[in-house]
Nanobody, 122 residues
Framework: QVQLVESGGGSVQTGGSLRLSCVVS????????MAWFRQAPGKEREGVAH????????YVTDSVKGRFAISRDNDKNTVYLQMNSLKPEDSAMYYC???????????????WGQGTQVSVSS
């Protein structure tokens, strides 16, 4: 059974840092594209970052470039999102997902996690 379980969210002040974790069971994170999405109330879901299976190459969206980084630990079968210099506009529910990536986006999503809330206060 496939499961994606996120953790690490919380409340921080502007400029703070958080590291989100996504523990995966049912398949290897190194064998599929893994991504982080976020959705704030009243806004569309946004792809934040993804990591390719074979090469480990990463992509982050422009709004978080230089502040966020996606990585994975193959031994722990876990994907991370390191978030630094957080801003109030980063506040959202963050979701881990797996699927197929093409170019700058995850074009096919197979599984979602339940999400973890990030709140950044000014």
């Amino acid at each position: 059974q496939v499961q994606l379980v996120e953790s690490g969210g919380g409340s921080v002040q502007t400029g703070g840092s958080l590291r989100l974790s996504c523990v995966v069971s049912g398949y290897r994170v190194s064998h599929t594209c893994m991504a982080w999405f976020r959705q704030a109330p009243g806004k569309e879901r946004e792809g934040v970052a993804h990591i390719y299976p074979a090469t480990g190459a990463t992509y982050v969206t422009d709004s978080v470039k230089g502040r966020f980084a996606i990585s994975r630990d193959n031994d722990k079968n876990t994907v991370y999102l390191q978030m630094n210099s957080l801003k109030p506009e980063d506040s959202a529910m963050y979701y881990c997902a797996s699927g197929v990536c093409a170019g700058y986006k995850m074009s096919e999503i197979n599984y979602w996690g339940q999400g973890t809330q990030v709140s950044v206060s000014s």
